[in-house]
């Protein structure tokens, strides 16, 4: 039943999953420290004394609080030199510590008519710092705030630290993602093989969220995207429900998360007879994703991969640049805790590939009005060249 499109059922797709036999282990403590030792290595590199981390994805990537962002400061600064301290609401005391992943020995509490602000400035007081670096994730009203309530301290954007220590992934986090994309790869097998004429989209992506948790993403799906026909022509699909009929071009896109370790992979194929021109632009964006993949090697510029899979489209007679029919968009983007994170495969970033950056391969092909096809799998970047997190779907007719 390998690749096969069609044929079988939900019912009987889900009774064959089951929980993942060999998770990877999480981030230890041990590795956390690790990164705060890299974060103030960095941090001495661009001057800053201090560096603020708010809830988000950087806040778990060194702590592991595993909070997205709100109207409410909740964050980490860490000295150039002590103890983090850490600045939480009161009434979230127990839930913080329960989710902290690192030692705390500074955590300062604020009640709701209080100013988180004016704790950071007392800290950094304290600390002696003259220069703050900043989340860049961090909402202009908090970094507005921390201007006011510290006049002294120069604010300056973290994004060298947070994006110097996160674009490197360690074989923990590689590990990580490698299990969120296998899992994601077994769902959209089982995906395809339950399409049948009359299905509408969202019973597939019902289905792909019920079967990641069947192999224990106790999130379900991170998101999904379930397109056929037209809608695939716009590369998130329309706002509508598609119904499955003979001859569509089926687009699924979707992804899960394992200890906030993101998968992000795509399939397009064929539900019956889709004719030629779609089966010549399928093999061609296969081409692309190939060469993308080819063109990896330590020290090149992110934006040479990106060049190389539209140096592709253009010999087919595709784009050039952005025109349509062609690829609309970048080639593809860093992935980690976040699922588009720095760097980017595209024309501009000339960020120089580094061994542990994780990145998409997605160089879609969109034939306007009519459909798209793209094909993602990640790679990350190795000694030598790349290493596929997912082998690269092998046919328009075969999901692997």
């Not at 988000?56 to 592991?64: D, K, M």
């Not at 030692?103 to 304290?126: H, K, N, Q, Y």
């Not at 224990?216 to 995207?225: H, I, K, L, P």
């Amino acid at each position: 039943m390998a690749g096969m499109i069609g044929g079988s059922t939900a019912e009987r797709e889900l009774a064959s999953l089951s929980l993942w036999a060999n998770p990877a282990p999480v981030i230890t403590s041990e590795e956390r420290a690790q990164r705060l030792a890299r974060a103030r290595e960095l941090m001495g590199q661009m001057g800053a004394d201090a560096l603020l981390i708010g809830a988000g994805a950087s806040l778990r990537y060194f702590t592991g609080v595993a909070w997205g962002p709100t109207e409410r400061l909740v964050a980490m600064l860490l000295p150039i030199a002590g103890d983090p301290v850490f600045i939480c609401p009161a009434f979230e005391l127990g839930s913080f510590e329960a989710s902290l992943a690192i030692p705390a020995t500074d955590i300062r509490l604020w009640e709701e008519d209080e100013s988180p602000s004016a704790l950071v400035a007392d800290a950094l007081t304290a600390a002696g710092a003259k220069t703050l670096a900043i989340d860049p994730a961090m909402a202009f009203l908090f970094v507005e705030r921390i201007r006011a309530a510290a006049p002294g301290v120069a604010l300056v954007d973290a994004g060298p630290v947070v994006d110097g220590c996160r674009m490197i992934k360690s074989a923990a986090e590689i590990a990580l993602m490698k299990q969120a994309m296998a899992m994601t790869l077994e769902v959209h097998r089982s995906a395809a093989r339950i399409l049948h004429e009359g299905i509408r989209a969202s019973e597939v992506i019902r289905f792909i969220d019920a079967a990641h948790r069947a192999l224990g993403a106790s999130t379900g799906n991170y998101f999904c995207a379930v397109q056929f026909g037209r809608s695939t022509a716009f590369p998130h699909g329309l706002p509508q429900d598609d119904v499955l009929r003979d001859g569509d071009v089926v687009l699924v896109d979707t992804g899960t998360l394992i200890d906030g370790y993101h998968s992000d992979i795509t399939r397009t194929y064929a539900f019956g007879d889709v004719g030629d021109e779609v089966r010549r632009i399928w093999d061609i964006e296969k081409e692309a994703q190939a060469a993308a993949f080819a063109a990896v090697r330590p020290g090149v510029p992110c934006e040479a991969v990106d060049y190389a899979a539209r140096a592709v489209l253009e010999r087919a007679g595709l784009g050039p640049d952005y025109r349509l029919p062609g690829l609309p968009h970048r080639t593809g983007h860093g992935i980690g805790l976040s699922i588009h994170e720095p760097a980017y495969l595209v024309r501009g970033d000339r960020t120089p590939l580094t061994p542990g950056m994780c990145f998409s391969n997605e160089p879609m092909i969109v034939v306007p009005e009519r459909f798209g096809v793209r094909l993602e799998d990640h790679f990350y970047v190795t000694e030598t060249g790349a290493a596929w997190f997912t082998e690269p779907q092998p046919a328009i007719d075969d999901l692997g």
